[in-house]
């Protein structure tokens, strides 16, 4: 499964959109991106994929370039239960179906 | 937490003795996963299952078995605990088709003193 790189750490204000981006340079044609997010000691949660066009749903929109080698996870209007750590994982179509989870962008909306 | 139990959420144990974690989901899903989380870490996968009495090895195995003997049920168990095993567990489900979203459980905090 290709790797993906992500920033440590961002913040954003209560009501104002926040973009999380993702590298994953050495995806491969069948890979799915997933965004998952964690909120402190809980279970991660699934939030959105996308294999190549741009994904939205309740929770968020998912744009992924054309190359696919980025992609972006954004939280249109974010508010202080948003915060967590996301996580950006490439996943293959092998039949063990696993994740491998790196270590996430941790998240702090603002006030 | 999409019809996933784990048990215990807690548990304290020593070191030397058997642990036993169990994941039981009520979605009828055919994979069932094993995670452990680490300060500094992301989730690792430990086991998976694929079916019933079918279950194979993730990366970081050792000093864990699983067993599956029913849909519904998947077993960690640390047969001798050590303290490198402290940690969290979390449990996932997942249909196992090609969008395989997996579902987490609550996950069970495990201290090996």
């Known amino acids: 499964d290709a790797k993906t790189t992500q920033p440590p750490s961002m913040d954003c204000a209560e009501g104002r959109a926040a973009n999380l981006p993702c590298n994953h340079s050495?995806?491969?044609?069948?890979?799915?991106v997933y965004w998952y997010r964690q909120i402190h000691s809980q279970g991660p949660q699934y939030i959105i994929h996308?294999?190549?066009n741009n994904e939205t749903n309740e929770m968020a929109s998912l744009i992924i370039t054309e190359d696919r080698k980025s992609s972006t996870l954004i939280l249109p209007h974010a508010t202080l239960r948003d915060t967590a750590v996301y996580y950006c994982?490439?996943?293959?179509?092998?039949?063990?179906?696993?994740?491998?989870f790196g270590s996430g962008t941790r998240l702090l909306v603002r006030p | 937490d999409a019809g996933i139990t784990q048990s215990p959420r807690h548990k304290v144990t020593e070191t030397g003795t058997p642990v036993t974690l169990r994941c039981h989901q009520t979605?009828?899903?055919?994979?069932m996963y094993w995670y452990r989380q680490d300060p500094g870490h992301g989730l690792r996968l430990i086991h998976y299952?694929?079916?019933?009495?079918?279950?194979d090895k993730g990366e970081v195995s050792d000093g864990y078995s699983v067993s599956r003997s029913k849909t519904e049920d998947f077993l960690l168990t640390l047969e001798s605990a050590t303290s490198s095993q402290t940690s969290v567990y979390f449990c996932?489900?997942?249909?196992?088709?090609?969008?395989?979203?997996?579902?987490f459980g609550a996950g069970t905090r495990l201290s090996v003193l």
């Open positions: 996932a489900i997942s249909e196992g088709t090609a969008k395989n979203i997996q579902y």
């Open positions: 994982i490439v996943r293959g179509t092998d039949s063990s179906y696993k994740l491998i």
């Open positions: 299952s694929y079916g019933v009495k079918d279950t």
């Open positions: 979605e009828n899903h055919r994979y």
């Open positions: 050495t995806i491969s044609g069948n890979e799915y």
């Open positions: 996308g294999l190549k």
